[in-house]
């Protein structure tokens, strides 16, 4: 059993910062691309950053320049920096990650529960 921990929501300022994190735990042998993803209210999930095993990088382009992913894999987790906030930055902020259990077997996409930005102007 694998499960994703976010932390590091909450309420902030435009033009703020916040620092999200992703914590994987369970019967990890490997774990592949990392990634953020956020849905706003009445809109469909979408894509932020992603980060592979090898830290190479991309963003979405509402992100560039503002977000930054890192990971740590001796903690197998994963970060999200997110300076000069905006309103339309509000959005439930999940965490993903591909994972293989054992040597032989099969990668799974994990989702964690979700974590709430509130950016108020």
């Known amino acids: 059993q694998v499960q994703l921990v976010e932390s590091g929501g909450g309420l902030v300022q435009v033009g703020g910062s916040l620092r999200l994190s992703c914590a994987a735990s369970?019967?990890?042998?490997?774990?592949?691309?990392m990634g953020w993803y956020r849905q706003a209210p009445g809109k469909q999930r979408e894509f932020v950053a992603t980060i592979t095993g090898g830290a190479s990088r991309n963003y979405a382009d509402s992100v560039k320049g503002r977000f930054t992913i890192s990971r740590d894999n001796a903690k197998n987790t994963v970060y999200l920096q997110m300076n000069s906030l905006k309103p339309e930055d509000t959005a439930v902020y999940y965490c993903?990650?591909?994972?293989?259990?054992?040597?032989?077997?099969?990668?799974?996409?994990?989702w964690g529960q979700g974590t709430q930005v509130t950016v108020s102007s």
């Open positions: 993903n990650a591909g994972i293989r259990s054992s040597l032989r077997g099969s990668r799974y996409d994990y």
């Open positions: 369970g019967t990890i042998f490997s774990i592949d691309r």
